[in-house]
């Protein structure tokens, strides 16, 4: 019997590539059933009923949240990452969505899923800043 394995149709740099998101994909994936079982133990206590101090509740509230908020930006980063892989598929990949200059290899290393140089991230990050 044939193992069925996805066969990669990329070769050399894009196969790196191709091989960081995929790894970056599963890293947010095993965070994401991490906090989901977190915020779930939540719930279910209090679903049990449990009766606790007014400070332990709004305490509790507030990590509650906090999980939610970190769900949600993992799912940001899964999207980027889907995005990234598109771009891949077309050529695109590595190009800052912005100006169009390559962003580096050191910088995808650590956000395989950048879409802009640092240049226009930073230029963003002002912005958003104010
Ligand atoms: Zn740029």
């Known amino acids: 019997m044939k193992k069925k394995t996805t066969v990669p149709k990329y070769e050399g740099k894009d196969l790196e590539y191709y091989n960081d998101l995929i790894a970056a994909a599963e890293k947010v994936r095993k965070q994401m059933d991490y906090h989901a079982s977190e915020a779930l133990d939540c ?64 910088r995808l290393k650590v956000r395989p899923y950048a879409i802009f140089c640092v240049k226009c991230k930073s230029k963003h990050e002002e912005m958003m800043r104010g």
Request: a negative charge; aromatic letters at 2%.
């Open 43 to 106: 719930s279910n206590a209090d679903k049990r009923g449990v009766t606790t101090h007014m400070a332990d509740v709004s305490s509790d509230n507030s990590r509650h949240e906090m999980q939610i908020r970190m769900l949600s930006e993992d799912g940001d980063v899964l999207t980027l990452i889907d995005e990234a892989l598109k771009r891949l598929e077309q050529g695109e990949y590595g190009k800052c969505q912005e100006c169009g200059e390559r962003i580096p290899d050191g």
